[in-house]
């Protein structure tokens, strides 16, 4: 919202010495944050009045001409494109180093001299456009493109700054209008003069109205038919109104608060909005049927508003209606049917109070968000409408020469005025701010404001002026709120709590995390990426996932995030796609939440960790197992226990159906992590074919929740050497290695320690059908040196059981 | 004998101090030392010697040996030293050619700055909580002092979940903040509390450079008696001062969060230029940092804590952008696009 620091001089006294930047920051500190300070004057800086002496034809252009201009106390030579320019007329000259906007478009640019077509040219004889000014009034509408400014009318002296003659000579700071989501109070300058004043220690100047209403006369007949949703309705009849241009002074003002000025009465109800904040209504009363009714719209009725949009409004909305047709959407918008047009000559002023959600479930069910709505949308004070009713009556009269009241206010109230007290314990205050404030500076910071401050002992019995909405204040804590930040929050000395030492609550889950992203990114060479929650139906297919078990976003953004995923594999395959491009071998992981509609209210969220292993297919044949191993390495590090690897068992579409295993807990059967070589359908579907990818997915909820920890126990160093010795073997390829392996650690457990693969050989050598594997076997006693004799037989156990399982030992 | 021990033993000495090379050196030792050597002969016919001949002769020949064993030894050391060194001198070497490629992964900056954020308020007592990241509409408005026709949700753009409603909880959505873990927690722990929540959240909004649907927050929640403002800034000053390495100073002006009365906005003095205004604080000398206050009664009593016995304050700050600050990051986009290219520079 803009705030004219002139407009606010009209209620509180602000020297003119104040640096605006300083006001600006004692705002920000002590009630809402100042984006921005703009000083009109700086921004026409350079830019004076300048009077054409002589215009000549420039010789190399047809379009362009050469004047002799006077700048005061000089005359020099511009050249200007302008078709509008005669001798003796007054101008606009931004001097060089002065900011323009060429053409009024694009950003500011520094003029300098220059020549234009080898014509010297001292600085730019300006449109209005291209410096951000209005054709003064009075003075006919100049046809052309860029017509140049024509300062004539105003009879100015050559070389005085534009802006002074402009009387620009305004502040405009711009309140950021979240920082007043709860004070619709501020939502005009009187409001925010209110605060000025006591953050400036400042008397506060309250507005008196001098308008004086007749008696008798023809009054505007109201009925309020929906009592709740609209607490105040105030209407006024004005007779003998000539529409025309506003004064300069009503221009001015609504200009520099960013309003567009109209015509003298619309823009009437603009300058009390932006006065007061209370939005208002001037309806043609020759348009109106009868008389007012407040009332909900019927099904399907239609109304255009001024905006020329038809609307089709329903049974919740409430509308201003006559006998016949509604006028207005209440307090969001008026209607075409009623608008005020050059022909108008009697008025209907509504001024009012509307029930803030109403006004804001319609505002968002019709998209329609106006000044209007933003104010109302925040319980403006009833008692509002009364005061701004008598200000836009007093400025008509100024602005619409010979106008008259026809008649007494209608004044329908559905509200009571209550006053609103609340008790304040000094010393929950105090303990609260961190900070001891006596009780007479509690009550004065409070007086300024206008808040009554009553100490009564050890409390303080404050009275909250109607401008300030029950949303607003309504609790101690909100007076808490006051004090403090009248007080000054700079004012308040940092200070660390004097808590007991206590560890805080464990959270393994979280600690676990920031190890494991050390082991996956510094020990096993992963890098960590992030995604998005979401993905698209193309992707679900893609992954060959069923589209039943995903969560669906309403109100999408994109079509690329219309589901919850349910897996982390989908959009870690777009990035394994997104980097081939870069690179060829790489690792990546992501640790995150997934999201299963089982059809309860809230999903299974889980926190899951993927990882893939990318590789060349070429290179490829080890990828399950470098995803296995990884798995591995985690569980381990972890020191998980009692758990079991077989094949995949759960529905995972993605993972080839042959090179699937599943990690499943011995006591519940619940799977901990899955390790998988990605689908070819899926890699095709994601334009993969050229990689083979290992990877994993760790239900790291799962994990932390159910999964046992075995104890680190230190085991002595064996005292007596053990033996190597190797085996290889022939067998079947049905034949897995784990049976193989399994059946030489068990034909002896006491004395074989280890048995490890080291080579598995297929081709040239070998019989079709056939692997060679071979694998290293630790055979060792805890409390002797074996001989040869003891150990014999324990090779000879290890051949026959291979032999059992039809190998043929090699060697 | 005796003095052709001598002989032997000046000889030798004399070969020896003239010797360049191991080689020779090899050779010098064979010829003094030797099976055939002078001197081993002499020794051999020790034995043919008188006893009284023997008396002398005997130690003065092993003397002479010790002494020509120890005199080569010295100078074979001398020699090989030398020899090592000019080995050295003739070597090239190019210690420019890249060293060993170690496969080390990277750990994203999101959860590098997270570890830290939660590492600090760890140590000052706070415990590290978790909450879902789809959310119902009571948790992250209601309970939160946010009903359904409060402005304030239009600060926060919301996911909705399609076809999700419980009488009890509204509607589903993505959580817009950390905050609904406060009341979470309170439901849980009950008070005294002392908590941080760092998480992902989502906002129904328009991705560009610096604004994305999703990003990451941190909530903080401190319960207990007497807890002030002023505890809040101390905390804050703690925090950011240890996160940056340097001091930092806080600064308060009023906010408003449904959630919190009084509400107030957070801002640090500007690390780049010292409160003096620069360009990255907007020439105001303070960067804005987060939103906070003291925990509305209403949120209190949502959690099931009584606000007459218990008072306290939350804050919430925007990770991402404290990550993206850190780094210079100038496109949000970039922490969720999987770009190695990118991730490997952390």
Known sequence: MKISLNWLRDFVEIPADTDPQQLAKLFTIHTAEVEGVESQGEAMNKIVVGQIQEIHPHPDADKLRVTKTSIGKETVQIVCGGSNLSEGMYVAVALPGSQVRWHGQGDLITLQETKIRGVESFGMICAGEEIGVDQPTGDPAIEGPNPILDLSALKPTPGTPLAQILGKDDTILTVDNKSLTHRPDLWGHYGIAREVAAITNKHFKAHKSEVTFPTTGTTPDVQVKEKKLCPRYMGVLIENIRIQPSPDWVKKRLHSAGYRSINNIVDATNYVMAEFGQPLHAFDSKKVNTGVIVRTAKKDEKITTLDGVERTLNKDTLVIADHEKPLAIAGIMGGANSEVDDQTTSILIEAANFQPSSIRKTSVKIGLRTEAVQRFEKSLDPHLAEQALHRVCEIILQVSPGATIAGPVTDVRNFKTKVNTITLDIKKLCSKIGKEIAPEEIARLLHTIQFGAEIKGKKIKVTVPTFRPLKDIEIEDDIVEEVARLHGYDNIEPKLPELPIKLPLENRERVQKHVLRRLM????????????????LKDIQKTLLPEELHEKIENFLSEDQTHLRVTLVTNMLKNVAHNLKNFDHFKIYEIGHTYQDLQEYFPIEEKKICGMIVKPKKEGTNVFYDAKGAVEAILGSLRIAGYEMRKGESLCTYAHPNKYSGYFLKKNGEELAKVFEVHPLVLKNFDLEKVSIGCFEINFTRLMQSADRSDMKYKPLPKFPGTTFDISVLVDTKTEVGTLQKAIATTDKQLIKTVELFDIYQGSNIPEGKKSLAFKVVIRADDRTLTEAEMKPVHEKIFASLKNLGGEIRA | MQENLKKIQNQA????????????????EVKYLGRKSELT????????????EKKVIGPLSNEVKTYIIKKIETTRGALEAQEIEKQLNSELFDITAPGTKYDLGHIHPLSQIQYEVEKIFSDMGFAVMDGPEVESEYYNFEGLNIPGDHPARDMQDTFFVKDKMSDRHGRLVLRTHTSPVQVRTMEKYGAPLRVIVPGRVFRYEATDASHDTTFYQVEGLLIDKNISLAHLKG???EFLSRLFGKEVKVRFRPGYFPFVEPGIELDFSCLICNEKGCSVCKRTGWVEFMGAGMVHPNVLKSGGIDPKEYQG?????????????RYGIDDIRLLQSGDLRFLQQF
């Not at chain 1, 510094?522 to 698209?536: A, K, P, Q, R, T």
């Not at chain 2, 002969?41 to 009284?52: A, C, F, G, I, Q």
């Not at chain 2, 304050?313 to 404290?322: I, K, N, S, V």
């Open chain 2, 313 to 325: 304050w939350a804050f919430g700050f925007g990770l991402t952008r404290l990550v993206m600050m």
């Open chain 2, 13 to 28: 000495l004399q070969e020896i101090d003239q010797c360049k090379d191991l080689k020779s050196l090899q050779d010098i």
């Open chain 1, 521 to 536: 990114s510094l020990g096993l060479g992963f890098s960590e990426v992030y995604n998005y929650s979401f993905y698209s």
């Open chain 2, 41 to 52: 002969e002499l020794m051999h016919k020790l034995k043919d010697l008188s006893p009284e």
């Open chain 2, 235 to 237: 905390v804050m000053a």
